[in-house]
């Protein structure tokens, strides 16, 4: 087995999603030789001067087979040490972990254990199962069956859904028909979710687990939103509440490796709710500038060490997002002059950025990272209103779709 304190050879699954970008930061930081497979010649990991290598291979969602191969192929010669994935590629890795195991060093639980977690409907059976709070919910196999459930106001998610993809927020009955239209027909063999909308604070908890056994906790609150769901700026918290109801997700799954969630803090005071999981670290960085390396964990539990759990990081730690800051002001109709101001404000390190590290795109440790801000914020100055297109950009060929899916599923172990 590697030594687990010296740099380490690290093939990272994907290169396009700010949790990649974020976990290559943490990586290089630590001194680690990163490499990354992504089918985007323009990734956002490509602007790192962290990355040595980028393999440009096949795309998750259109050809899960051949990426699964090429990803082998980069395996065979032993020179990597630990394969990291950070996003949906875990779906597929924990199908054929048999296949990679002996290749490199990977931290994942069973196939089983993974798809409750990444399915929506499957989550939310556990936490039913599991005595855990959630949202009043519903789950439909059909138009009608959710024509029935739905009050308003709702909230309306496919069963598989990451990025904020699948999920519509009902107010009224054109809201309805709209998702309706959108969802189709085909969806509903595969379940869709209604729940209750709750007026409240969406928080973020992430978790690292050995064999069932947490070592490692992170949550943090948005302070302001940025485009699709995502926070411009994020503080640290402590939620010892979310961390047994985490720990007790972890326990029952026997899970190994990382583990996240979204709950919702009610505005009348009540305990969280639980809302979403998602099997794999989401943007690692607040935890890390907290004193908590998920990363750090992820690669130890991945060359079979056992380590000792890190204690909780401090509280009130505040990071920021740029691209997503200024996404978000043109997503909400911002002006050019609205930019503008962003620009400045984050520059200066001003305003609602007062007392905020960069997350995202970490100039001062890697400037080639400000390449892909530069080029955002020149398109928004120019175009205001590019902003929800940039940020679908994201929504690539690294995602799982239902066909994906459904040919993992058929993979043998």
Known sequence: MPDPAKPLRVLVSEGSSTSAREAITILGLSGH???????????????????????????????????LAFVEQRLADGKFDVLLPTHEQGFLFARAKRRIEGRAGLALPSFASYRTAHS???????????????????????????????????????????????IWFIRNADDLESALHDLGVDVFAHEVLVQDLIAGTTEKAQSVFCRGQMIGFHAYRQVMPGVGGGEAIKQSVRRPVVR????????????????????????????????DCNPR????????RAGVDLVGLLLLISLGATPAALPEGREGVLTRLAMQALLGCGARGGTRRDIARECVRLFANSGPYAGSTEELTPVEADWISAVPLAATAALLLAWPKSAIKLARGGFGAHLLDLKSIRTIEGLQS
Request: glycine share 8%; hydrophobic share 40%; net charge neutral.
């Open 281 to 288: 670290l989401v943007e690692p960085m607040n935890a890390y």
């Open 120 to 166: 929506k409907a499957g989550f939310s059976r556990l936490l039913d199962r599991l005595g855990l709070p959630q949202p009043p919910t519903q789950i439909v196999t059909s138009a009608q069956q959710l024509r029935e459930a739905v009050r308003f106001p709702a909230v309306v998610k496919t069963s598989v859904g990451t990025a904020s993809r699948g």
């Open 244 to 275: 047994a109801h985490l720990e007790k997700v972890g326990q029952a799954l026997d899970w190994h490796g990382a583990l996240s969630i979204d709950y919702i803090m009610p505005d009348d005071g009540d305990a969280p709710l639980l809302i």
């Open 33 to 67: 030789h990163v490499e990354v497979c992504d089918p985007s010649p323009w990734c956002l990991s490509r602007f790192s001067r962290f990355v040595r290598k980028f393999h440009r291979c096949p795309g998750l969602r259109d050809d899960p087979v051949g990426y």
